[in-house]
C-alpha cells in the first residue's frame, strides 16, 4: 500500500518470513558494555531483562498455512540455452520442489508466519492481526517453550485487522496471559516494547518509545494508530506492544519501509480501539458496531466559511440512507455534526470510529449546525453490519421541464428535464434540480471537479429548482458579503456530494 507518491514508501504486512533481523540498543541498556555516561542512563530504563523474561512466554508465534489449487501459481521449468551455468542451479530448485507443489497436480502449500498473545489462559483465548490468519486453511500456535497447539478462528475484523483465535488450553497448562493498558494514558516519549516473531527467528524483543498517535495510514475506517520507533519486522504483525508495566497498549500491525525491514516507523492499534472490538469478537463471533446510517464529508474551511462557521470542525452530512436511524428527518443533508453522545466532533474521521464504538440500540444526543444554529437530536442507533449494503435513494417526483439555460462559474445550467435525464442517464432517484450540461475546462467549477451531468441540489441549504433560483440564491450570498457558495450536487447515480465555489 503506498503512502504519498513515493513508491519506495510502502505500508508493509508483517505476516510473512524474511531474513535475519539486526536488533540495535543503546549501551546502557545492554549488559557487559560497560557503564554509560549519566546522562545517557537517565534517557531510559537501565535494563528490560526481567520485564522481557516475564513476557516472553505469553507471546507466541502463528504459523498458517493455506493450499492453493494446482492451476495456482504455476511455475515452469525455464527453457536455459544448452550449456548456460545456470542450469544446474535451475534443476536443483525444481527438482527440490515436493510432490503436489507449484508444478505438482495437488496445488501448493503456502505457509506464512506472524505473531500474537494470549489474554486469557483459562479460555485459551488467543488475539493476533486477521491478515496473519486471512485465508488460511491451518492454523497453528506455536509457544516460547516449542509447544504447537493448533488454533480455531473464532471471529476476525478486517476493518481494524483483528482476529481472535481459541486453543485448547489442557494441551499447554503453563502459558501465561497478559492484560491490557490504557492506551489513552500513554504519552509521546514514552518507553515501549515489542515482542514479535520477525523474520521465523523465535521470541524476540525490541524497545523504543511512542513516537505519535491518531496516525491515518488509509488501511481501514477507523484508523487511529501509536506510531512507535521500536523495531516492527516482518513476521511481528499481531505482537503485542507493551509499556512498562507489562501492559499490552497496542498491537503492532504495519510498518514503513522501502524494503521490508524496520527504518523506526510502526503502527500499533492502541487498545483503546482494540478492546471493544475483541471483546465483540470473542462474545458473538463478529463485530456489532453502532450505525447512525449517514454520509458525511470533511468540512473545509470554504464550506465552513460558506456556512458561516468560525472554524472548520466536525462532519459534513452529505446523504441519508434509506432506510437507516436518521431516514425521518431528524438529520438533514447539509447539517453539521460537531458533537456526538457527548463528545466533540473535531474533524470527518472522528466521527466514523465514535459511532462504531458506541452500542446498537443506544438512544443518543447528536449536536448539529443547521442554518447556522445549534440543534440537538436524539438518535436510536442502527447496527452498522445490517446498513452496509443499502443505497442512498430518495423519492422520484415529477420533472417540470423548460429550455432555460444560464452560465455561472463555468457550468451552464438547466432544469432537469426528461430529455436531459435520457442525455446524461440521471436515476429517477434524482428528484429535482439544475443540471449542468457543459463544464468549461479551467473554469471555477472545474477546479473544483464539478462534471457535465450532475444536478445542483441545493445552494446555501436552499433547494433550486430552475437555473434562475441557483442565479438569485447566487446573488443573495454576494449581497451578504459572502465570498463562496455551498453546492450539493447529486451524481447521476443519486450520490450527494458538497463543493464550494468562490463567488467574490
Excluded: C
Excluded at 522501502?258 to 487498545?271: L, R
Excluded at 432517484?429 to 457543459?438: F, L, Q
Excluded at 471537479?449 to 441540489?457: F, K, N, P, S, T
Amino acid at each position: 500500500m503506498a503512502l504519498g507518491s513515493s513508491t519506495s514508501r510502502k505500508i508493509t504486512a508483517l505476516a510473512t518470513a524474511g531474513l535475519a533481523a539486526l536488533l540495535v540498543a543503546q549501551p546502557a541498556q545492554v549488559p557487559g558494555l560497560g557503564a554509560a555516561p549519566a546522562h545517557a542512563q537517565q534517557a531510559g530504563p537501565q535494563s528490560l531483562a526481567d520485564l522481557s523474561e516475564r513476557l516472553l512466554d505469553s507471546v507466541v508465534n502463528i504459523s498458517t498455512s493455506q493450499t492453493l489449487s494446482g492451476g495456482e501459481r504455476n511455475v515452469p521449468r525455464p527453457r536455459l540455452p544448452e550449456g548456460s551455468p545456470f542450469q544446474e542451479f535451475f534443476d536443483e530448485f525444481f527438482d527440490s520442489l515436493p510432490e503436489g507443489g507449484p508444478r505438482g497436480p495437488g496445488g501448493q502449500r503456502v505457509q506464512s508466519l506472524g505473531s500474537g498473545f494470549v489474554i486469557d489462559a483459562d479460555e485459551g483465548i488467543v488475539v493476533t492481526n486477521n491478515h496473519v490468519i486471512a485465508d488460511a486453511d491451518e492454523v497453528v500456535v506455536n509457544f516460547n517453550d516449542g509447544n504447537s497447539i493448533a488454533a480455531e478462528v473464532i471471529g476476525t475484523d478486517p476493518k481494524t485487522d483483528l482476529a481472535v483465535l481459541k486453543i485448547d488450553p489442557s494441551e499447554n497448562p503453563d502459558m501465561q496471559e497478559v492484560p491490557f493498558g490504557d492506551s489513552d494514558a500513554m504519552r509521546v516519549g514514552d518507553w515501549v516494547l515489542a515482542i514479535g516473531n520477525p523474520f521465523g527467528l523465535g521470541g524476540s524483543v525490541s524497545v523504543g518509545i511512542v513516537s505519535a498517535f491518531g496516525r491515518d495510514i488509509n488501511s481501514g475506517p477507523y484508523d487511529n494508530f501509536i506510531q512507535t520507533d521500536a523495531a516492527i519486522n516482518r513476521g511481528n504483525s499481531g505482537g503485542p506492544l507493551f509499556n512498562m508495566d507489562g501492559e499490552v497498549i497496542g498491537i503492532n500491525t504495519a510498518i514503513i519501509s522501502p524494503s521490508g525491514g524496520s527504518i523506526g516507523i510502526g503502527f500499533a492499534i492502541p487498545t483503546e480501539l482494540a478492546i471493544g472490538v475483541i471483546d465483540q469478537l470473542r462474545e458473538f463471533g463478529e463485530t456489532r458496531r453502532g450505525w447512525l446510517g449517514v454520509r458525511i464529508q470533511q468540512v473545509t474551511d470554504d464550506i465552513a466559511e460558506s456556512l458561516g462557521m468560525d472554524e472548520a470542525m466536525g462532519a459534513l452530512v452529505a446523504g441519508i440512507i434509506e432506510g437507516g436511524p436518521v431516514d425521518d428527518g431528524s438529520i438533514e443533508p447539509g447539517d453539521v455534526i460537531i458533537e456526538f453522545d457527548g463528545q466533540a466532533v473535531e474533524s470527518v474521521r472522528e466521527l466514523p470510529r465514535i459511532v462504531a464504538d458506541s452500542p446498537v440500540g443506544k438512544e443518543v444526543d447528536v449536536i448539529v449546525l443547521r442554518d447556522g444554529e445549534r440543534q440537538s437530536i436524539k438518535v436510536t442507533l442502527g447496527r452498522l453490519e445490517d446498513g452496509e449494503d443499502l443505497a442512498l435513494a430518495t423519492e422520484p417526483g415529477e420533472d417540470e421541464g423548460g429550455d432555460e439555460t444560464i452560465a455561472l462559474f463555468g457550468m451552464t445550467l438547466a432544469e432537469l428535464n426528461d430529455t436531459r435525464r435520457e442525455e446524461f442517464s440521471i436515476s429517477e432517484d434524482v428528484s429535482g434540480g439544475v443540471v449542468i450540461t457543459e463544464v468549461e475546462a479551467g473554469s471555477a467549477a472545474d477546479d473544483k471537479g464539478v462534471m457535465a451531468g450532475e444536478v445542483i441540489v441545493e445552494i446555501a441549504q436552499e433547494q433550486v429548482s430552475t437555473p434562475q433560483d441557483v442565479q438569485e440564491a447566487i446573488d443573495a450570498l454576494r449581497d451578504s458579503d459572502r465570498r463562496n457558495a455551498l453546492l450539493m450536487l447529486a451524481g447521476a447515480d443519486g450520490a450527494l456530494r458538497f463543493v464550494t465555489i468562490r463567488i467574490d
